[in-house]
């Protein structure tokens, strides 16, 4: 298997989806009804690390998303990696009180959300110029972001802090978690060559179909993206969870990986 762009750039996010984008640019990552290949998401990735500069995010600035399983997430994820942002898929079945915990405790200093976590932004304290609506029609939204001018990109280190998650807070009040590029560019390797060596249908190969079924928050569900990326395989994404919409999907795609 080959790792090209990752050899020259370092165990990197960003250089997950540059090394997708160079073998595997045909490929597609499906989602709310678009089929949009590895190399037209490296576009808009450009387009959003250098809306992310425009707003003001630097390096080690902490951007927090409150979202389905969409593509807008999937960009958000590379588009962190590139600005050298770090990333914080906010738990939003968390009790709100809880959530908004975790907004504050994080140090998060921009929250992008869907309009379906319009109240948890309003309690995330954060002043409305970085707190940015996905879906709004009247200020700073996702096209907007699309629409902006390509970033300069950082200057990122694997080593640089990446990921930011949360524990459930079973025993206390939730736990902030922190993951370097490195750590999440050598877990998404691992699993995908250890699933590779089944010799079963549960066999992790290219030409299969993946799609996340448990919510972004968690880092199995977002990971996977990278699995997907790395592999070469079809991504596939469902939104707000539907049992009845997911099997669909399913039966529509032809996937053997959820």
């Not at 309003?122 to 200020?139: E, F, V, Y």
């Not at 370097?180 to 992790?204: E, P």
Request: net charge neutral.
């Amino acid at each position: 298997m080959s790792f090209g762009v990752i050899e020259k750039t370092g165990l990197t996010v960003i250089s997950l989806l540059e090394r997708a984008k160079s073998l595997f640019p045909d490929q597609v990552v499906v989602s709310g009804g678009k089929r949009v290949s590895y190399e037209e998401i490296y576009r808009d990735v450009e387009r959003i690390s250098g809306a992310l500069q425009t707003l003001g995010v630097k390096k080690g600035d902490i951007i927090g998303v409150a979202e389905w399983n969409t593509l807008r997430f999937v960009e958000l994820l590379y588009a962190a990696s590139m600005t050298g942002a770090v990333i914080y898929p906010v738990n939003v079945r968390l009790p709100a009180e809880q959530a908004v915990y975790t907004l504050h405790h994080s140090g998060c200093g921009f929250l992008f959300a869907s309009s379906d976590f319009e109240p948890l932004a309003a309690k995330s304290g954060l002043p409305p110029q970085r707190r940015i609506m996905l879906d709004d029609q009247s200020g700073t939204n996702y096209q907007t972001l699309l629409s902006g001018k390509e970033g300069f990109g950082a200057r990122i280190h694997e080593d640089d802090l990446y990921s930011m998650l949360y524990t459930s807070g079973t025993t206390g009040t939730p736990k902030g978690v922190l993951y370097t590029n490195r750590k999440v560019v050598l877990g998404a390797m691992s699993i995908v060559h250890q699933l590779g060596l089944f010799r079963a249908q549960a066999k992790l190969q290219s030409d299969d179909v993946i799609m996340p079924l448990i919510p972004f928050f968690h880092l199995w569900a977002w990971g996977s993206a990278f699995h997907a990326a790395y592999l070469g395989c079809k991504y596939v994404l469902g939104g707000r969870f539907s049992a009845e919409a997911a099997v669909d999907t399913i039966i529509r795609e032809g996937f053997h990986s959820t």
